[in-house]
């Protein structure tokens, strides 16, 4: 895609559970999480916290946000300098991509990699799911220690 396509406007965003997102972490982070909001139940975020700590993933280097409800990434401060986005429950359209995606296959977009998977309740019930994750986690996303 040419890099124009994610030059909008900077909107701030406001950790407030009524908000289309809510966030934490390093906004200046390489890493960025893209969540439904089943995130906040603590099994699903054990879980989380898991498969970002396997790929030593810190508050330094990752910015998580709950979505809930349609909203366009390329929105988000700091767009450009995320260097993977890794969605899990959400599909492209949602957050404002025209991508085909396939769940635990990497997309590249110009520098950026993309990685679609399902709802992390679906990860957390299907031991299917885990290794596919583990997978491609392990192939491509590990973080510099």
């Known amino acids: 895609m040419h890099p124009s396509f994610y030059n909008f406007s ?14 934490f972490g390093n906004e200046n ?6 969540v439904t909001n089943e995130y906040v139940e603590i099994m699903y975020k054990t879980l989380l916290d898991n498969i970002l700590n396997a ?5 330094e280097n990752t910015y998580i946000i709950i979505i809930n409800e349609r909203y366009k990434l390329s929105t988000l401060p700091h767009f450009d300098s995320y260097l993977s986005v890794i969605c899990l429950g959400i599909k492209p359209l949602y957050i404002g991509l025209n991508l085909e995606h396939s769940y635990f296959q990497t997309k590249a977009v110009g520098d950026r990699r993309y990685l ?3 709802k992390l309740s679906d990860i957390n019930g299907t031991m299917e799911y885990k290794k596919a994750l583990w997978t491609v986690l392990k192939k491509e996303y590990i973080l510099d220690q």
């Open 116 to 118: 679609f998977g399902p």
């Open 10 to 23: 900077r909107y701030d965003i406001v950790d407030k559970s009524n908000d289309k997102v809510t966030s």
């Open 29 to 34: 982070g390489k890493l960025l999480v893209v």
């Open 55 to 59: 790929i030593h993933s810190t508050e």
